[in-house]
């Protein structure tokens, strides 16, 4: 721990926010001429920068994967694997950037007591994030019921078929689904992208606008779900001080999800008459609007103080 223990974020009354910083005794350091250098130089790493990497590396996986690949069964996930491993490349190349290593930049771990609170958050997510899903379909379905039932990857319950997902390759889709997904994405739009954004901005401000843009990238898996879970995983990051917190929710999720589809095919297997019928998905809806409830009261209760702990992703590069 070094001289500067706690790093708090401060509501103010201007546009942006107010970044203080307390010794162990409690003194508040207001002057930044007394703080190091390292604490008060301006973030190398732009917003900008990490998107045009992210964009760059997809494209090119794309490419080698829809090139060499072809003949691969679900080459899909070997393409993600080479995404998450080349981001992570990245991502120590911009740290070294900054001065910091991986240590400091995830934060610190979480208590067992902490753990509690973010097991709730998972179930919660994964609840608000099956909500979220089932209106889409329903909505999509009512517009253009043969394009949803494509576009969702429904199977008729007669077709569905569970050997034909293979061990091996289910193994390889877990890890990267479970595992290299959640790390990657943590580090990128909170490590990163939230990190910018809160020095330019109030943290309320950062977490919705990095949570649109987390959405957009999942845009084809669904926007609203992964929009909502997105300002999920920001406030836990900040209010645990960790990336440690998000990567837990974020894997744990992708984990039930996808035990749920590739297990019992839950999401995979429906008649295309039903999907567009709101009774079909009427426990998914009615569960819905309980858990944005509990999203706002975790969203005011986060900020109802004038101070929450901010971790190594808020702090100044």
Same mark, same amino acid.
């Given at each position: 721990?070094?001289?500067?223990?706690?790093?708090?974020?401060?509501?103010?009354?201007?546009?942006?926010?107010?970044?203080?910083?307390?010794?162990?005794?409690?003194?508040?350091?207001?002057?930044?001429?007394?703080?190091?250098?390292?604490?008060?130089?301006?973030?190398?790493?732009?917003?900008?920068?990490?998107?045009?990497?992210?964009?760059?590396?997809?494209?090119?996986?794309?490419?080698?994967?829809?090139?060499?690949?072809?003949?691969?069964?679900?080459?899909?996930?070997?393409?993600?694997?080479?995404?998450?491993?080349?981001?992570?490349?990245?991502?120590?190349?911009?740290?070294?950037?900054?001065?910091?290593?991986?240590?400091?930049?995830?934060?610190?771990?979480?208590?067992?007591?902490?753990?509690?609170?973010?097991?709730?958050?998972?179930?919660?997510?994964?609840?608000?994030?099956?909500?979220?899903?089932?209106?889409?379909?329903?909505?999509?379905?009512?517009?253009?019921?043969?394009?949803?039932?494509?576009?969702?990857?429904?199977?008729?319950?007669?077709?569905?078929?569970?050997?034909?997902?293979?061990?091996?390759?289910?193994?390889?889709?877990?890890?990267?689904?479970?595992?290299?997904?959640?790390?990657?994405?943590?580090?990128?739009?909170?490590?990163?992208?939230?990190?910018?954004?809160?020095?330019?901005?109030?943290?309320?401000?950062?977490?919705?606008?990095?949570?649109?843009?987390?959405?957009? *990238?999942? @845009?084809?898996?669904?926007?609203?779900?992964? +929009? /909502?879970? &997105?300002?999920?995983? $920001? %406030?836990?990051? *900040?209010? @645990?001080?960790?990336?440690?917190?998000?990567? +837990? /929710?974020? &894997?744990?999720?992708? $984990? %039930?999800?996808?035990?749920?589809?590739?297990?019992?095919?839950?999401?995979?297997?429906?008649?295309?008459?039903?999907?567009?019928?709101?009774?079909?998905?009427?426990?998914?809806?009615?569960?819905?609007?309980?858990?944005?409830?509990?999203?706002?009261?975790?969203?005011?209760?986060?900020?109802?103080?004038?101070?929450?702990?901010?971790?190594?992703?808020?702090?100044?590069?």
């Amino acid at each position: 721990m070094t001289e500067v223990a706690k790093h708090v974020y401060c509501r103010a009354s201007s546009h942006k926010p107010r970044l203080r910083f307390q010794y162990k005794g409690g003194r508040m350091l207001n002057n930044f001429s007394t703080l190091p250098n390292s604490l008060v130089r301006p973030a190398p790493i732009k917003i900008h920068e990490v998107i045009f990497i992210w964009v760059c590396v997809m494209l090119v996986w794309d490419y080698i994967v829809g090139t060499y690949g072809e003949g691969i069964t679900n080459s899909i996930y070997l393409k993600f694997v080479g995404i998450a491993l080349t981001m992570i490349y990245f991502s120590k190349r911009f740290l070294q950037r900054e001065n910091l290593n991986f240590t400091q930049f995830m934060g610190a771990g979480f208590s067992v007591r902490a753990l509690a609170e973010l097991v709730a958050v998972l179930f919660a997510s994964v609840v608000i994030g099956i909500g979220c899903w089932a209106v889409l379909v329903f909505l999509s379905a009512k517009i253009d019921i043969d394009w949803a039932y494509r576009h969702w990857h429904f199977a008729k319950p007669s077709t569905f078929d569970n050997t034909t997902w293979l061990p091996s390759w289910l193994v390889l889709q877990a890890i990267t689904i479970v595992v290299l997904g959640p790390v990657v994405e943590e580090i990128v739009f909170r490590g990163f992208i939230l990190r910018r954004l809160c020095e330019k901005y109030r943290l309320s401000v950062a977490i919705v606008v990095s949570s649109l843009m987390f959405g957009i *990238v999942h @845009f084809d898996q669904g926007f609203l779900g992964s +929009f /909502v879970n &997105g300002i999920i995983y $920001a %406030i836990v990051a *900040v209010r @645990f001080a960790s990336l440690y917190a998000p990567i +837990f /929710v974020h &894997g744990g999720y992708n $984990a %039930i999800t996808f035990f749920i589809e590739r297990m019992y095919g839950v999401s995979l297997v429906a008649e295309k008459s039903r999907i567009d019928s709101i009774d079909y998905w009427l426990p998914e809806l009615a569960l819905l609007p309980f858990c944005l409830i509990a999203l706002v009261w975790y969203w005011k209760m986060f900020f109802r103080t004038n101070e929450v702990t901010s971790p190594a992703l808020v702090q100044r590069g």
